[in-house]
């Protein structure tokens, strides 16, 4: 029941830009950290940005600070990622995640987090 479904992804060139989105169903994404995770083929799960329970602290990989931006809208039940500056290193599956023990302003480890959506595909590229 609980569950989080990706959007947002698609192809850009580089130095452009995209906003993910996380929608949650069956539960209340405001009493939880949610995490952004990305994946290449053939490379591990990495953490790229989380928000915690409460809009405490956000954190951010070193190779996306200043580039992107997570925020959430309780309203709508949805957590965005915001992608500007892309680079083709940044091309992988995302996906985001939920964690009710997440300690804030740490790496969101993904053995932490749980209802994973099935992920959103970008891709940038020339």
């Known amino acids: 029941q609980s569950q989080l479904v990706e959007s947002g992804g698609g192809l850009v060139q580089p130095g452009g830009s995209l906003r993910l989105s996380c929608a949650a169903s069956g539960f209340a994404p405001d009493r939880y950290a949610i995490g952004w995770f990305r994946q290449a083929p053939g490379k591990e799960r990495e953490g790229v940005s989380c928000?915690?329970?409460?809009?405490?602290?956000?954190y951010y990989a070193d190779s996306v600070k200043g580039r992107f931006t997570i925020s959430r809208d309780n309203a709508k039940n949805t957590v965005y990622l915001q992608m500007n500056s892309l680079k083709t290193e940044d091309t992988a599956v995302y996906y985001c995640?939920?964690?009710?023990?997440?300690?804030?302003?740490?790496?969101?480890?993904?053995?932490?987090?749980?209802?994973w959506g099935p992920g959103t595909q970008v891709t940038v590229s020339s």
């Open positions: 928000i915690s329970r409460g809009d405490v602290s956000t």
């Open positions: 995640a939920a964690s009710p023990w997440y300690i804030s302003g740490s790496y969101p480890h993904p053995s932490d987090f749980g209802s």
